[in-house]
């Protein structure tokens, strides 16, 4: 494979405090799969667009986790569960037991399955802004009412 990674410190996003709960189990799961892409890398048995494409959504996964104890939907709490410990688990782990050939020609399938959990976040990312949104226009009408000038 081409590029090796630097051994640089790895950029985790600590886990906050609202993740901790229903999420530490994903949360430390996502440090393990972190720490196995990097130490791939390093070895230069994985090429730096796997690389980079999984250290990206592993990222966004950490960001995303800590805003769906706000939301509170135990659908979507659910699937990101799965898209970590099952879904992720399964095109990774399988794909890093690949020797050197059948890595190289199945890459395109980890990109799919990395783009497609990826894909999932974006819609969840999507609920939680349309629910900030309401919130907010909420909010706003509300302070417009109180405050307008008819209380003057």
């Known amino acids: 494979m081409t590029g090796a990674v630097p051994a640089a410190p790895s950029a985790r996003v600590p886990a906050e405090p609202a993740a901790q709960g229903e999420f530490a189990s994903v949360v430390e799961y996502l440090v393990i799969l972190e720490d196995m892409i990097i130490s791939e890398g390093q070895k230069d048995t994985l090429d730096n667009e796997i690389v980079e494409k999984s ?7 950490q960001r995303v986790i800590p805003l769906l104890q706000e939301l509170g939907n135990g659908e979507i709490n659910h699937t990101v569960r799965r898209l970590v410990m099952k879904d992720l688990n399964g095109v990774i782990n399988p794909f890093l037991r690949l020797g050197g ?5 199945n890459r395109r399938m980890l990109l799919n399955g990395l783009r497609d959990v990826d894909s999932k976040i974006s819609e969840i990312a999507s609920t939680i802004e349309h629910k900030d949104l309401m ?3 909420t909010k706003a009408e509300l302070i417009h009412q109180r405050y307008s000038s008819s209380e003057l």
């Open 55 to 61: 250290l990206a959504l592993f990222a966004r996964l």
């Open 101 to 105: 050939e059948a890595k190289t020609k």
């Open 135 to 137: 919130e907010l226009q």
